[in-house]
C-alpha cells in the first residue's frame, strides 16, 4: 500500500512538470510503453527489484532499454534512482497513465474475446462506447479462450458479460436447480 501511495505521488508530481512544459502527451507515451514493458518482462521486473543489483546498473538497464525516452521522464529515472525506488517505475507509470486518461477525461474499456478483434469491430465498438459514455474513450483488447465466444465488455466499474461461457454456466446452473 505504501508503495501505491509514492507511485501516485510521483506520477503526480511527473504530470505536474509535463503540464507545465505541455509534455503530458509525450510523457503518457513514455509511461505507457514503461508499464506495459515492464508488465511484460518478468526478468526486468526482477532486476529492478533485486536489492543485489546495483543502482547503477538499474539505471543503465533502464536507461538501455528505454533509449528514446524524453528528458522529462529520464529525470523520473534519475529521481527514482536517488531515492532508491526504481523499482516502482512500472507501478509510477502505470499510476502516471490513469492521471493522464483521468485529466484529458478518456475512460479505458476492457474488452475480452475469444479471437482477435478486427479493426472494423474494434472502429464499431469504440463508437458506440464514446454514444454511451460521451467521453473519449480507449479500447484495450485481451484475448481469452477460455469465453468461447462473445465478449466482455468492462469500463470503469461496469461489466457486460455476453460470454458463451457465462451463457452456458448460466444454463447449468438453471438445470442443477431444477
Do not use: C, W
Not at 510521483?10 to 505536474?16: D, E, G, I, P
Request: aromatic fraction near 4%.
Amino acid at each position: 500500500m505504501a508503495g501505491t501511495r509514492a507511485a501516485i505521488r510521483y506520477a503526480k508530481a511527473v504530470l505536474s512538470l509535463a503540464q507545465e512544459q505541455e509534455l503530458e502527451g509525450t510523457i503518457n507515451s513514455d509511461m505507457k510503453l514503461i508499464a506495459s514493458t515492464i508488465a511484460d518482462n518478468a526478468a526486468l521486473k526482477l532486476a529492478l527489484q533485486n536489492p543485489v543489483v546495483r543502482s547503477s546498473v538499474k539505471k543503465s538497464i533502464v536507461l538501455e532499454v528505454f533509449k528514446n525516452m524524453n528528458p522529462l521522464s529520464t529525470n523520473l529515472v534519475d529521481t527514482l534512482i536517488d531515492n532508491k525506488r526504481i523499482s516502482a517505475i512500472g507501478d509510477v507509470a502505470s499510476q502516471y497513465v490513469v492521471l493522464y486518461d483521468q485529466l484529458k477525461e478518456i475512460q479505458v474499456a476492457t474488452v475480452t474475446t475469444a479471437v482477435e478483434l478486427s479493426d472494423d469491430l474494434r472502429a464499431k465498438v469504440l463508437a458506440k462506447l464514446k454514444e454511451l459514455t460521451g467521453k473519449e474513450v480507449e479500447i484495450n483488447s485481451v484475448i481469452d479462450e477460455s469465453i468461447l465466444g462473445g465478449f466482455v465488455l468492462r469500463i470503469g466499474d461496469i461489466q457486460y458479460n455476453a460470454s458463451v461461457s457465462n451463457k452456458l454456466n448460466k444454463l447449468k446452473r438453471e438445470f442443477t436447480l431444477n
